[in-house]
C-alpha cells in the first residue's frame, strides 16, 4: 500500500488517504485522527497491522479521488527524528568501507510535493545542492535492533531530498564537524513523500533506482545497492544509539556523483523505483546563481561503479506521479 496525507476540497486540512492507480482513497474512516497529521500517521503504523483488512478493502473498493484534485502533503509532516547516513555510498574507489556515521536533520525542515525549497534569505558563502536518497520509515519503538531483525523495525520506505548548504564541493557547511548538520537543516530543506510504500511493496530496499532530474537534467541515477553500509546495519546502527519510534526516518545517504546546484526558479524531481515521484519548485530572494550542472562525476575515480550504478535502459520505475 502506498499511505498519502491529502488535501482537497472536501478536505481542507491534511487527511490520510491511500495512493491507488484510480486515485487518492479518503481512509480518515477506519484511521484514528490525533491532533496532528503526524500524531495520525504515527498512530497508523502502530496500529496497521490490524486496520489492514479495512485498508485493503477501501483500496480495492473504496470511492476514489482523481489525484489531480488533490494537494499530497508530507506523509511525515514532522517526524520525531531524522537519521541521515553522512556519505555511503561507493562513489570513489577507497579500499575499505568508511566508517558508517550519520547527523541529525532538522524535522521541521519538512515540507512535500509541490512545495518550495527556499533558500535562505540571508548572504551566505556557499551553494545549495541536492542529495536524492532513499528514507526508511521506522516502526518502534526499536531499539538495539539486530542487522539479522531489521526488518521488525521498518513499516516502509519515501523518498528524501537532503537538501545542504556546501561549499567547494562536497564539503558540507559549516566546515566543523560537530555542526555540520546546520548547513543541512534550513527551513524547506527536507522534502519527503510523495508517500510512504509500505515495506511489503518492496522486496529488497537494496535494489532500488534512485534518480533526480533539475529542470528536467537527469542528476542523480544510481542503484541503491551501491550503499557501503546496507540497510539492516543502518537500522542496527542507529538502534545501538537511541530509541527509533513510529515515524522517525534513516536516510540512506546519496551517491554524490551527479551532485549539483539548486537555485532560484528551477523545478527538481525526485523518483524511487517502487515508491514514486514528486515535484517542487525552487525560490531564492537574493535570486543568487552558481554554473548550472553536475559538478561530480564528469571526473570520477571509480568509473566502473558508476557504469554500473546509473542504469541505462534498466527496470522500469513504477509508481510514478
Known amino acids: 500500500m502506498r499511505l498519502v496525507l491529502f488535501r482537497d476540497g472536501s478536505h481542507p486540512e491534511l487527511t490520510p488517504g491511500l495512493l491507488t492507480p484510480r486515485g487518492v482513497v479518503d481512509i480518515s474512516g477506519v484511521v ?7 500524531l495520525t500517521m ?3 503504523i502502530d496500529d ?3 486496520l489492514r483488512p479495512a485498508l485493503a478493502k477501501l483500496e480495492s473498493e473504496g470511492p476514489a479521488i482523481a489525484l489531480s484534485s488533490v494537494r499530497l ?3 511525515l509532516p514532522r517526524p520525531g527524528k531524522i537519521l541521515c547516513c553522512i556519505a555511503n555510498y561507493w562513489e570513489h574507489a577507497q579500499r575499505e568501507a568508511r566508517p558508517l556515521n550519520m547527523f541529525m536533520k532538522n524535522p521541521d525542515a519538512v515540507v512535500g510535493p509541490g512545495d518550495t525549497i527556499m533558500l535562505p534569505d540571508y548572504t551566505v558563502p556557499y551553494m545549495f545542492m541536492h542529495e536524492a536518497e532513499l528514507a526508511l520509515v521506522i516502526k518502534g519503538p526499536a531499539k538495539m535492533v539486530k542487522a539479522r531483525d531489521w526488518k521488525s523495525a521498518i513499516f516502509g520506505y519515501t523518498c ?3 537538501v545542504s548548504a556546501r561549499q567547494d564541493g562536497r564539503r558540507t557547511w559549516p566546515a566543523t564537524p560537530l555542526a555540520s548538520w546546520l548547513g543541512k537543516s534550513f ?7 510523495p508517500c510512504i510504500a509500505t515495506a511489503d511493496e518492496i522486496d529488497d530496499p537494496n535494489d532500488l533506482i534512485v534518480r533526480f532530474w533539475n529542470d528536467g537534467q537527469l542528476r542523480h541515477n544510481y542503484n541503491t545497492d551501491d550503499m557501503e553500509h546496507r540497510v539492516p546495519d543502518l537500522v542496527e546502527f542507529a538502534t545501538t544509539v537511541m530509541t527509533m519510534n513510529s515515524g522517525d526516518l534513516i536516510a540512506c545517504g546519496t551517491n554524490h556523483e551527479g551532485l549539483g546546484a539548486v537555485q532560484d526558479g528551477e523545478m527538481v524531481e525526485i523518483e524511487i523505483q517502487h515508491i514514486g515521484k514528486m515535484t517542487l519548485k525552487v525560490a531564492d530572494p537574493l535570486k543568487r546563481s552558481w554554473e548550472r550542472g553536475v559538478y561530480m562525476g564528469a571526473d570520477s575515480t571509480n ?19
Open 32 to 38: 484514528k485522527k490525533s491532533y496532528t497529521p503526524q
Open 42 to 44: 504515527q498512530g497508523l
Open 48 to 50: 496497521f497491522d490490524q
Open 73 to 75: 502533503g508530507p506523509p
Open 160 to 162: 528524501l531530498i537532503d
Open 187 to 193: 527551513d524547506t530543506f527536507g522534502p519527503i513523500g
Open 303 to 321: 568509473v566502473e561503479a558508476v557504469k554500473r550504478h546509473r542504469p541505462n535502459g534498466g527496470p522500469t520505475v513504477t509508481g510514478a506521479l
